[in-house]
């Protein structure tokens, strides 16, 4: 092996190679701290991590605020768009392989938390009483947990609606106070409160007519798809605290999935609009 020293021509190349590597490395790290892939050559890294930069910008004007240190020297937005949000998950009858079964509400609850802090204020919990199917199923009560008694001692859908609303009011939310739910994928409220109230004959809410899908957010944030509550909190190194398909339980991990989020500078203020918003516009409009 030679010992002669290297000429000038390639001691330079050499130089441009370890710069491009240390690039690579360091995009690939910055990339990875954002929770997102660093898989991919130099462009591609580049791309991902100008649009990630990009996000957090637009996140930054959005607060038009400083972010402040909260929890584990994570940072986040201290300027949300609502005041309060409502983390919602509703349990209701089913029986296994019978798509066409008439769900009602069993249980309907609500994680309040407060938009400047993020920070969980109170709780709202309900199990109500069936009218089409009052017992419940065999299989409907090992998937929820919820027991017979639990529904039997529990009020119907419209006087559980009734106190929820007096609960909702102790914040002014929908009313001197925004506010806007947020769910696990469309279901609950498309869904599940849509065929509640049209079992009750009554007109959906207006506050139900938007919501935070926080399948859809994890998805935009993370560059990734749609998942489950589990599939989410894993990603995020954390596990699923409570019972599965307990509402309180699924609403409070996706609280703590959107908690993640915000401390890493997410906010939220993209919704899905119910298909009855934009049928009581047009209502409202003619009646004018």
């Not at 409907?140 to 008694?149: A, F, S, V, W």
């Not at 993640?260 to 004018?288: D, I, L, N, Q, T």
Request: glycine letters at 4%.
């Amino acid at each position: 092996m030679s010992n002669a020293p290297e000429s000038v021509a390639e001691t330079g190349a050499t130089d441009e190679v370890e710069q491009l590597v240390s690039g690579v490395a360091k995009m690939r790290l910055d990339l990875e701290t954002l929770g997102l892939s660093s898989k991919g050559n130099k462009e591609t890294l580049a791309k991902r991590l100008k649009k990630a930069q990009k996000i957090a910008l637009t996140a930054a004007d959005e607060a038009n605020v400083k972010t402040s240190v909260t929890e584990s020297d994570e940072q986040g937005p201290t300027v949300t768009p609502f005041d309060y949000y409502l983390f919602f998950d509703v349990e209701a009858t089913c029986e296994e392989k019978d798509k066409r079964y008439p769900h009602e509400i069993i249980e309907f609850p609500v994680v309040l938390v407060e938009g400047k802090t993020f920070e969980i204020v109170d709780q709202y919990r309900s199990y109500v009483k069936p009218s089409i199917n009052p017992i419940l199923s065999e299989f409907c009560k090992k998937l929820t947990g919820i027991t017979q008694e639990s529904v039997d001692e529990s009020p119907d859908f419209i006087n559980m609606l009734n106190d929820f609303q007096t609960w909702m009011a102790k914040y002014s939310l929908f009313q001197e106070k925004s506010a806007i739910f947020v769910t696990d994928g469309p279901f609950d409220i498309r869904d599940f409160i849509t065929q509640q109230c049209n079992h009750d004959n009554i007109p959906v809410p207006a506050y139900f007519f938007r919501w935070v899908d926080i399948k859809k957010a994890f998805a935009r944030f993370y560059n990734g798809k749609p998942e489950t509550i589990a599939t989410m909190l894993d990603r995020l190194g954390m596990e699923f605290e409570g019972r599965a398909h307990s509402g309180l339980d699924d609403a409070t991990n996706i609280y703590r999935i959107a908690r993640h989020m915000y401390h890493k500078g997410y906010v939220f203020k993209k919704y899905s609009r119910h298909p009855m918003a934009s049928v009581s516009v047009r209502k409202s409009r003619k009646e004018r």
